[in-house]
């Protein structure tokens, strides 16, 4: 299904999908389950790769995964520096640009200690 099409279905534009798509804009519950009628799966499917977590008593069932719904304050996919780094990347223009960024971003990783 196109980003055009779920959008129509959604009553959304198709940008504002690809900004759902992209991680720039976080999905709510209650669109994630639109989302989900809209496609024919589960809310669960959008999860199934995602390792289980914990979280004590905050514990919340979808299937057989447990998913905490909070993101962890070091979980560095949801950095406000992440997505500002991952924005300014994908504004640069040209493609060759953009991969030698990544080559040397890639090396400097290798060479930093974890």
């Known amino acids: 299904m196109s980003q055009e099409k779920l959008g129509e279905a959604l009553g959304l534009t198709f940008q504002q999908v ?3 798509e992209r991680g720039a804009n976080r999905i709510g ?17 959008f999860f199934e790769d995602m390792p289980a977590r914990r979280s004590g008593a905050a514990e919340s069932h ?16 949801v950095r406000r520096e992440t997505l500002e780094l991952v924005r ?10 953009r991969r ?10 290798r060479l930093s200690p974890a």
């Open 18 to 20: 690809q900004k759902y």
């Open 29 to 45: 519950a209650g669109r994630l389950h639109q989302i989900a009628d809209v496609l024919g799966v589960s809310v669960a499917f």
């Open 62 to 77: 979808l299937g057989t995964a447990a998913v905490d719904a909070r993101p962890s304050a070091d979980d560095q996919m």
């Open 88 to 97: 300014a990347y994908y504004r640069i223009a040209d493609p060759r640009l």
């Open 100 to 109: 030698r960024l990544y080559d040397l971003v890639k090396a400097i990783g």
